[in-house]
């Protein structure tokens, strides 16, 4: 009969598995070793455990897999961690469940259990690939206060290199409403010190041996999608253009920028 320490001890050897499960995205494995800890060795996995088999399983797009292990997670009156909170995220997303990514937010607060970017970015997704852009951008922009979108800005562009189409859009969204709103909680483009508002889409420039590297969006996919924002839900109001030299980027002038901030205070006044 093992004792207390044995077991920790055993839990500690099969989560460090459990963990290079993780990072080699072996899904099968990860759930082999889960389940081999408590048939075999009789030793009941803890909340790292979990959050690893779930990060594995996560990374190999098995949503099922993640959402049948949150269950026996709270099942056996464990706490999720970030990890396993992001990946049960991550997998809502993959469904296109936008409201059980919301209420998931709210158990991560009951839990103290600060929401990481991966959770934060597949709830945004989510809630836009739902239609759901209010949500979304409710979402985005609390999570900007906090700090887990810091990313996005760098030097004074909105960097959206690597960044999913949902949630990219929401970024652009969030970032043109703000440059009229000016928010103090949360970092924004302010024309009028700073100039054009200038856009990363994921399109590197034409390498030496004349090969276009793109990001994971494909660069013109993401780029389109984000026009598509300009030209559907603003109407044209506000202009957004290529720039020529580099197709990886778009620009909005700070002229039409501060036009369009001008008319939305003359709107709220009256």
Not at 91 to 107: C, K, R, V
Not at 128 to 136: C, L, Q
Not at 159 to 183: E, H, I, N, Q
Request: glycine share 8%.
């Amino acid at each position: 009969h093992n004792t207390d320490d044995d077991d920790d001890d055993l839990r500690a050897l099969y989560n460090a598995a459990l963990s290079a499960c993780d990072a080699g995205r072996r899904a099968d494995r990860a759930l082999d070793l889960l389940d081999e800890l408590r048939t075999t060795r009789h030793v009941e996995p803890d909340a790292a455990s979990f959050a690893a088999a779930m990060a594995a399983c996560e990374k190999a797009k098995r949503a099922d897999d993640v959402l049948r292990l949150l269950g026996e997670v709270r099942a056996a009156g464990l706490r999720p961690d970030a990890g396993a909170y992001g990946a049960a995220a991550s997998a809502f997303a993959q469904h296109g469940a936008w409201e059980d990514a919301l209420t998931l937010l709210d158990d991560m607060r009951r839990d103290d259990v600060e929401p990481d970017a991966l959770a934060y970015s597949s709830v945004v997704h989510a809630c836009e690939a739902a239609g759901r852009v209010d949500y979304a951008l409710d979402v985005y922009r609390g999570a900007a206060a906090h700090g887990a979108f810091a990313s996005h800005w760098r030097r004074g562009m909105l960097d959206l290199v690597d960044v999913a189409v949902p949630v990219a859009r929401t970024a652009v969204r969030s970032a043109v409403a703000d440059a009229a709103l000016r928010p103090k909680r949360r970092r924004f483009h302010d024309a009028a010190l700073a100039g054009d508002l200038v856009i990363l889409t994921g399109q590197r420039r034409q390498s030496a041996a004349g090969n276009k590297k793109h990001g994971p969006n494909g660069g013109h996919a993401l780029r389109s999608a984000i026009l598509k924002v300009f030209d559907d839900e603003l109407g044209g109001e506000l202009e957004c253009r290529p720039v020529q030299q580099n197709a990886g980027r778009l620009v909005v002038p700070t002229a039409s920028l501060l036009a369009w901030a001008a008319a939305r205070d003359h709107m709220r006044e009256q």
